[in-house]
């Protein structure tokens, strides 16, 4: 059974920092790139950062670059998401993602956490 488990959520103030957690089972999660998305009231989801399977390389949303660091390890089958000097902006659900696109057959294997709350606010 797949599951993905996301924690770390809260409130903080402007200015603070967060980190989320996302505890991966069910799968090889060492095969998988693992991205953060996130949802604000009444807008899109949207990505805000990517880690390869390895860890080797990491892309981040504009909005969030130099403030959000995505890591992975993959012995403890986790990803994490640091967030400092956070914003109001910021406030949403944040999601865990799994993705695997085997190349010889096509097939993709898409896996997503339940989310967790991120609330920044004095």
């Known amino acids: 059974q797949v599951q993905l488990v996301e924690s770390g959520g809260g409130l903080v103030q402007p200015g603070g920092s967060l980190r989320l957690s996302c505890a991966a089972s069910?799968?090889?999660?060492?095969?998988?790139?693992m991205s953060w998305y996130r949802q604000a009231p009444g807008k899109e989801r949207e990505l805000v950062a990517t880690?390869?399977?390895?860890?080797?390389?990491?892309n981040y949303a504009d909005s969030v670059k130099g403030r959000f660091t995505i890591s992975r390890d993959n012995a403890k089958n986790t990803v994490y998401l640091q967030m400092n000097s956070l914003k109001p902006d910021d406030t949403a659900v944040y999601y865990c993602?799994?993705?695997?696109?085997?190349?010889?057959?096509?097939?993709?294997?898409?896996?997503w956490g339940q989310g967790t709350q991120v609330i920044v606010s004095s």
């Open positions: 993602n799994a993705f695997l696109r085997v190349q010889v057959t096509r097939i993709e294997y898409d896996y």
């Open positions: 069910g799968f090889t999660f060492s095969l998988y790139a």
């Open positions: 880690i390869t399977s390895t860890g080797g390389s990491t």
